[in-house]
């Protein structure tokens, strides 16, 4: 069973940086989605950033919000895949719990429903 343990949230003012961090244990998938959702008190939970990778080509893509601010990007070792969020210039709108997920490759890894391995998510607070 595949367990997601996120580290890297934090407090930080607006035009910070964080970077974000996950730890996908006993992942064996050699084509998979992995991706960054967050959600903010009182909203609904939204991707963030995913990728996609084929097993000969890895794609990224981002939510319209963060394109240019946000870099995901993945590294892998026996079993196990690291994901990665490097955030700067953060806005107080950035402000939200977030959640690493990881699923099996399916279509272009849009939404949410490809994931079925969650972790507990870590929180990232931007103030003005």
């Known amino acids: 069973q595949v367990q997601l343990v996120e580290s890297g949230g934090g407090s930080v003012q607006a035009g910070g940086s964080l970077r974000l961090s996950c730890v996908a244990s006993?992942?064996?998938?050699?084509?998979?989605?992995m991706g960054w959702f967050r959600q903010a008190p009182g909203k609904e939970r939204e991707g963030v950033a995913v990728?996609?990778?084929?097993?000969?080509?890895?794609?990224?893509?981002?939510t319209d919000p963060v394109k240019g601010r946000f870099t995901i990007s993945r590294d892998s070792a026996k079993n196990t895949l690291y994901l990665y969020l490097q955030m700067i210039s953060l806005k107080p709108e950035d402000t939200a719990m977030y959640f690493c997920?990881?699923?099996?490759?399916?279509?272009?890894?849009?939404?949410?429903?490809?994931?079925?391995?969650w972790g507990q998510g870590t929180q990232v607070t931007v103030s003005s």
């Open positions: 997920a990881a699923g099996p490759l399916v279509g272009d890894c849009v939404g949410s429903d490809w994931a079925n391995s």
């Open positions: 006993g992942y064996t998938y050699r084509r998979y989605c």
């Open positions: 990728i996609r990778e084929t097993g000969f080509i890895t794609y990224s893509s981002y």
